[in-house]
């Protein structure tokens, strides 16, 4: 069963690892209000346990400065979802800040047939999905494992600070992956999840996006 980002960040949340306040509105008005709430510039995200790949599907919209550009966006994520999946059961939108601009990473983690539970690392978009620049270790990670993970990327460079860019706060990004690993340890139902991204900064970071999956039928 997937969990959607609100679930998801909601369960990672719980035991202290950093994600970005999401939340639902399920009429344009409500999207609206939670907006200027938040604060401007928001995100307005598809809320759908049948979506997995939110942008691909049309039902991701980033940096809306207005309350009119949040109804516009609200109204069109819907009418893109329902004309490309009919079938999809919609929870609604959801409404986050739009995070400032920091170095994406990925943590993720998967059951491996002989292993167990593996945590996955790497740093966002081409890094991963093109160049396959990942490090992993089994669960539970000791200290030492979550710093090596995040050293041996080939990517590293770009988190010591490139190009008079300041660097990234490496030890929370280790407490991070931490925390993660216990989340997994402490919940062997957990079949899959994906942190992505979790943006990096010179102090601290924050998961924007989080994809939980649960076993169906575990005891
Ligand atoms: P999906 O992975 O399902 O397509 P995401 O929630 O990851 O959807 O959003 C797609 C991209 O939009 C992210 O990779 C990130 O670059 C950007 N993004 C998402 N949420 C935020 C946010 N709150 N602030 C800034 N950028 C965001
Ligand atoms: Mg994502």
Redesign the pocket.
Known sequence: MLLT?LESKKLLSQSGINV?ETELATYRDEAISLSKRLGFPV?L?IVSPD???????G??R?GLNTPEQVGEAYDGILKAIREKYPNARIDGVSV????P?GV?VIIGMYKDAQFGPVLMFGL??VWVEVLKDVSFRIVPLTREDAAEMIREIKGYALLKGFRGQEPVDISNLEEMMLKISSFVEQNPRIKEMDL??V?AYARGAVA??A?VVVEDNAQ
């Open positions: 980002e970005n995100v995200k979506i997995v790949h939110k942008s691909d599907a039902g991701v980033l986050q800040k739009m995070a601009p994406e966002g978009g992505n991204p943006f924007v996006d994809r």
